[in-house]
């Protein structure tokens, strides 16, 4: 029997982020392996007009809990939600639902961040550093708390090219950056933003380093724990392999690339893809919870999950397994929206050339004019590219993670647990789990059909032949203004040409 899920059976645990990728994989997991826990308790808003408990049924609709309704038929009454909101004084929960978290929560799971690597300083502080002080400041009046995990990122330290299971000190304290958000105005913080996160390529990385320098200093009377996940991709097994619902990492790339938004990006072929599947951290964190209730370690210990150390996947190689992916089952039409009928399913590591991506947008938002359409492709592949060139600083660099503490909790593990909850990434083949990632964002996030498939390959080889064509065209226009303007150029046109008559 599985002493993981013997230990959340009867337990109250209080989940933030759990409308999120990795909360909603948490939430699930935990009711299918622990189908007697007594409640999980998650931290909302209404969205959209919905009201907490409309997003809940949401959430339980959708294909990743088929299987918990099998083994809890009732789930939807283990979950309560709770209003809160991040970015207010005290995250706005009342003071009835404080009370009640305070008399029964059990074990806290801090999944929720901003994730936004272009979040202006203020906005990512209040929500990965604030928001994680007041979690804290309520956790240390509960009294059955057993333990407090906390999801950073295994890239909070990327300034550093080797990384160990330990808290980096910033060189300003986060008290202090807290307290100057409060009086500081926009414009000045904007200025003093590239000086403060010093090394780091923006403020995701910089306030998630601060958020664990919080949870050092707030929790020290708790017991603490620290997952650092690096790359979060698509289920490798649980429930079902290929499961995303988001467009965040390689799956936005996946969906550019396949619609035929992208054509190629600026990558390191040798660099590593340090992706793990969002199952693997799920295993390690509820495993990380159990041994710091059960064993409650001292000083706090930090765990990487990462997959570069123990079996390292290149770009190059992800690259090559998408798209032999793309060639067995290639994307719809793109164009219920704009369709980029001027790129190519073209997903390579190499150097990419702006023009070739701006230039067929621009036609083809000149087409939607002349049909009296609103022209939208340009801010679509502008917003594309502004996305891609935040990535770049991830695709062209390896890191080195130390994982002492992960190898150490797999071996404090029974062999039932071990299975249950695996976190062994070394047992991944990489060309299998590739595959299905892009199959599952071709399914569970574009909603195609696989039936649509031989249509998909037709509509590939159309826009190949366009991108074709366009090119030639592109170069026979440059060629052209080359012999207009330059005599060099003219030079080389007569020595040529004759040669095509021999």
Known sequence: ????????????????????????????????????????????????????????????????????????????????????????????????????????????FHCAATVRFDDPLRHAVQLNVTATQQLLHIASQMTKLEAFIHISTAYSNCNLKHIDEVIYPCSVEPKKIIQSMEWLDDAIIDEITPKLIAGRPNTYTYTKALGEMVVQEEGSNLNVAIIRPSIVGATWQEPFPGWVDNLNGPSGLIVAAGKGFLRSIKATPMAVADLIPVDTVVNLTLAVGWYTAVHRPKPTLIYHCTSGTTNPCNWGKMGLQVLATFEKAPFERAFRRPNADFTTNYFTASYWNAVSHRAPAIIYDFYLRLTGR??????????????????????????????????MLMSELSPEDQRVFNFDVSQLNWLEYIENYVLGVKKYILKEDMAGIPEAKQHLKRLRNIHYFFNTALFLIIWCLLIARSQMARNMWFFISPLYNL
């Not at 909360?23 to 909302?44: A, C, H, N, Q, W």
């Not at 809890?72 to 706005?92: G, M, S």
């Not at 600083?393 to 130390?402: A, D, G, L, Q, V």
Request: hydrophobic residues 40%; charged residues 25%; positive net charge.
């Open 374 to 407: 609103e022209p939208r492709m340009t801010k679509l592949m502008n917003r594309l590219l502004r996305t891609i060139s935040m990535l770049e600083y991830f695709i062209n660099r390896s890191w080195e993670w130390s994982t002492y503490n992960t190898e």
């Open 1 to 108: 029997m599985s002493m993981i899920a013997a230990f959340y059976d009867n337990k109250s645990i209080l989940i933030t982020g759990a409308t999120g990728f990795l909360g909603k994989v948490l939430m699930e997991k935990l009711f299918r392996t622990s189908p007697d826990l007594k409640v999980i308790y998650i931290l909302v808003r209404p969205k959209a007009g919905q009201t907490l408990q409309q997003r809940v049924f949401q959430i339980l609709n959708s294909k990743l809990f088929e299987k918990v309704k099998e083994v809890c038929p009732k789930v939807h009454e283990k979950i309560k939600p709770i209003y809160a909101d991040l970015n207010q004084k005290d995250l706005a929960i009342s003071k009835e639902d404080v009370k009640e978290l305070l008399s029964s929560v059990n074990i806290i």
